[in-house]
């Protein structure tokens, strides 16, 4: 069995400071990526949720065109701390009439 002996310049000892629990980041992340959407007038008005799951962001909805689409993935990729972004955005179609 081997133990791990730090080097002497290392600080092993002691106590390092709590990091943030990987759901408080996973949910700062999510505020600051739907504050940045809410705040951009090319998808402000669009039906987009954001979802994040260790430190990717997954955006999901509908929106009304591919530049829309590629806009909310460059402000998710924009927010610091965001490791990957899934754009799962999906364009509108021609509304359907009923007869």
């Known amino acids: 069995m ?3 002996w ?3 310049d290392e600080d092993a000892f002691r106590p390092q400071p709590p990091r943030p629990a990987p759901d408080d ?4 992340l999510a ?11 090319t998808t402000r ?4 949720v954001v979802t994040v799951q260790n430190q990717v962001v997954i955006l999901s909805g509908v929106v009304a065109g591919p530049d829309t689409r590629q806009v909310a993935g460059e402000l998710a990729w924009d927010v ?3 490791v990957d972004v899934c754009n799962a955005l999906r364009l509108a179609g ?3 009439t009923r007869r």
């Open 2 to 4: 081997r133990m791990p």
């Open 80 to 82: 610091r701390g965001v």
């Open 94 to 96: 021609p509304r359907r």
């Open 31 to 41: 505020a600051l990526v739907a504050q940045r959407l809410s705040s951009d007038w």
């Open 45 to 48: 008005r669009q039906q987009i």
């Open 25 to 28: 980041e996973d949910a700062r």
């Open 6 to 8: 730090p080097y002497p």
